[in-house]
C-alpha cells in the first residue's frame, strides 16, 4: 500500500531562515514522488517532483531511498512561501493513483 | 492545450438530498481521472480514480460514487447526502503514460450538506 507522512501540520519560520517539510513514504515498488503547493485562493498545483532534479522558486528536495523521505528544503524562506504543502507518491506505472500526505500549511513571519 | 472544468463552484444541499458533481478535460485523450476530497487536518484524501471509461477504483468505503461515461467526463455521485460529505472536492487528470506525470487540478467544489 502507498502510504505518505507529512509529520508537521504546521510549520512557522522568520523570513530569511532556511526551511525543511518533512516528507515520509512508504510503497513497496518504486516511487515517484512530487511536492504540490496551494497558496491561498489559489488552485493546487505542482511545485516538483524528484525525476526533474531542479530548483523551483528557491526549493529543491531529494529523494532518499534508504531512509524513504524526499523532504523539501529552501535555504532562505521568503514571505510568498507561505501556503500550503503537499507531498504525493506514485508507482513509476502512470496507471497508479497519486496519494497525498496530510500537507504542512507553512507561515512565514516577517 | 489541456484545460479541466469542474462545477458547480460552491453546493449547499440538505442532508438525504442526491448529489451530482461532474468534472470534463479537455485537449487530451484517455487521461487517468481523479475525485479527492480536502478538509482540514486530513489534507487530500483520494475517493476514486479511473484508467478509462467505465473503470472506476474505489479508494475509500463510503457514500459516494463514480462514473466515467465518457473519455473525459467524470462524475461523483451521491443518492443520500450526510452531513459528513462536506468538504472540498477536486478532480484532477494526468497522462496514462507515465506515473512521474504531474496532476493537474480542477478548482474544485465546496459542498455544504445542511
Known amino acids: 500500500a502507498q502510504r505518505v507522512t507529512q509529520p508537521e501540520k504546521l510549520l512557522s519560520v522568520f523570513k530569511g531562515a532556511p526551511v525543511e517539510l518533512k516528507c515520509n513514504y512508504s510503497?513497496?515498488?518504486?516511487?515517484?514522488l512530487f511536492w504540490y503547493v496551494q497558496y491561498s485562493r489559489q488552485r493546487l498545483q505542482l511545485l516538483l517532483r524528484?525525476?526533474s532534479r531542479e530548483s523551483i522558486k528557491g526549493f529543491t528536495a531529494d529523494l532518499n531511498k534508504g531512509e524513504t523521505s524526499f523532504h523539501l528544503k529552501k535555504p532562505f524562506a521568503q514571505e510568498e512561501d507561505s501556503a500550503m504543502y503537499y507531498c504525493?507518491?506514485?508507482?513509476?506505472?502512470?496507471?497508479?493513483?497519486?496519494?497525498f500526505g496530510k500537507g504542512t500549511r507553512l507561515s512565514v513571519i516577517a | 492545450s489541456q484545460t479541466i472544468h469542474q462545477w458547480p463552484a460552491t453546493l449547499v444541499q440538505p442532508v438525504g438530498s442526491p448529489l451530482s458533481l461532474e468534472c470534463t478535460v479537455e485537449?487530451?485523450?484517455?487521461?487517468?481521472l481523479y475525485w479527492y476530497r480536502q478538509a482540514a487536518g486530513r489534507g487530500l484524501q483520494l475517493l476514486f480514480y479511473?484508467?478509462?471509461?467505465?473503470?472506476i477504483s474505489s479508494e475509500v468505503p463510503q457514500n459516494l460514487s463514480a462514473s466515467r461515461p465518457q473519455d473525459r467526463q467524470f462524475i461523483l455521485s451521491s443518492k443520500k447526502l450526510l452531513l459528513s460529505d462536506s468538504g472540498f472536492y477536486l478532480c484532477?487528470?494526468?497522462?496514462?503514460?507515465?506515473?512521474?506525470?504531474?496532476?493537474?487540478f480542477g478548482n474544485g467544489t465546496r459542498l455544504t450538506v445542511t
Open positions: 479511473s484508467v478509462g471509461i467505465g473503470q
Open positions: 504525493a507518491l506514485s508507482g513509476i506505472s502512470g496507471n497508479t493513483p497519486l496519494v
Open positions: 485537449g487530451t485523450s484517455n487521461p487517468n
Open positions: 524528484h525525476i
Open positions: 510503497y513497496s515498488g518504486s516511487p515517484e
Open positions: 484532477a487528470w494526468r497522462p496514462t503514460d507515465r506515473g512521474n506525470s504531474p496532476l493537474h
